[in-house]
């Protein structure tokens, strides 16, 4: 018999700031209202995956306290050890790679079987974006005709990158950002406090699961450095050829894929910064003095480089084995160009 409170923290819980969905949606599922398709939908980095997890394991519960899952079920049991047989994970098999329409038409044995069980079922998908348009359509199938009982939990940091008709299918539960005090007081219990604290949450846009991540101490010198060598190219102090072949084999710690994700991250915050004149980070105001433009209209070749930020970034994760210093110095000669008007 396992220690319950041992078992009661490999089930997962919402996080501060989600307990108004998470006891609006609860609320819902126990009145049977609960519609069978959500999109969570918010930027990375608010927990909206932590969320599913809890909520999924919530639904497969047979006894639930207090609106928690109770951890100590059968349901709750199997849950624990990863082998809840009325749970399915659809993801990317590479992390940053597409999900795929052979994934999703593997859902049809899923949600059609016939459960042994009583109770629901329920399908957790993220990066919901990452479905192409056949995948999409396949998906949109299992949505148009719903197996009862049936849950469909969607993830997605972009959803205006998903088909208007699936998005039309599934109710959309919105994941603003904590207030800041909120932020810093988790971020705090997680051990990060003061300084290091605020900074990473600026740079992660208020997202506290980001900042954590932000804050990891070799990922985060490494970071400052490839910023630091970002801006002296916008300022005319470093060559492109220079920095590729510098930054072409990142230090321990830290890989390309990821300092570019960090890139598309800084892109967004500028864009974020002048289209709605949000106080930023002090690089990224710094940054945005030196480019070119103003207001919105401004915004169009960020959003550009963004998009070549990210397949840059799918390139090397998806195994296409690109030449990394000729990709890194056509994204820094862009870069400078984006700052010479
Ligand atoms: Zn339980």
Same mark, same amino acid.
């Given at each position: ?40 939908? =918010?930027?990375? &980095?608010?927990?909206?995956?932590? *969320? ?22 059968? &349901? ?5 050890? $990863? ?28 949600? =059609? ?65 904590? #207030? ?57 102090? #470093? ?15 830290? #890989? ?5 994700? *960090? ?30 433009? /103003? $207001?919105? =209209? ?6 550009? *480089? /963004? ?33 010479? $008007?």
């Amino acid at each position: 018999m396992p220690d319950i409170n041992e078992a009661n923290t490999r089930i997962p819980s919402p996080l501060p700031w989600q307990a108004e969905a998470w006891q609006r949606l609860g609320a819902q599922w126990r009145a049977g209202r609960c519609p069978h398709a959500l999109l969570l939908s =918010g930027a990375g &980095g608010l927990g909206k995956r932590r *969320f599913a997890e809890a909520f999924a394991a919530l639904v497969l519960c047979e006894q639930p306290r207090e609106g928690l899952a109770c951890g100590d079920c059968r &349901g709750c049991r199997l849950w624990q050890a $990863g082998s809840h047989p009325d749970f399915l994970r659809v993801e990317p098999e590479k992390p940053g790679g597409p999900l795929k329409v052979e994934q999703i038409r593997q859902l049809g044995g899923f949600v =059609g079987r016939t459960s042994g069980r009583e109770g629901a079922r329920v399908v957790w998908l993220a990066p919901a974006e990452a479905m192409n348009v056949n995948a999409a359509n396949a998906l949109l199938k299992n949505l148009e005709e719903p197996a009862p009982a049936v849950l469909f939990l969607l993830i997605s940091d972009a959803p205006s990158g998903l088909l208007p008709t699936i998005r039309s299918r599934c109710q959309t539960v919105p994941f603003p950002a904590p #207030s800041r005090d909120v932020a810093l007081r988790w971020l705090g219990e997680g051990g990060l406090d003061g300084q290091g604290a605020r900074r990473a949450l600026d740079l992660a846009g208020g997202a506290p699961l980001l900042a954590l991540e932000l804050a990891e101490p070799e990922a985060s010198e490494a970071r400052e450095q490839f910023l630091g060598d970002l801006t002296e190219l916008t300022q005319g102090a #470093s060559s492109p050829v220079a920095l590729a072949g510098r930054w072409e084999n990142p230090p321990e710690g830290v #890989s390309l894929p990821q300092l570019l994700k *960090f890139w598309q991250h800084w892109v967004a915050l500028m864009m974020r910064a002048r289209s709605c004149d949000l106080t930023a980070d002090e690089q990224v105001v710094a940054l945005l003095q030196r480019l070119p433009g /103003s $207001g919105t =209209g401004s915004l169009q070749p960020l959003f550009a *480089f /963004s998009d070549q930020l990210q397949q840059a970034r799918q390139g090397l994760i998806g195994g296409s084995n690109p030449n990394k210093r000729l990709l890194l110095e056509e994204l820094m000669i862009r870069w400078t160009r984006l700052f010479s $008007g």
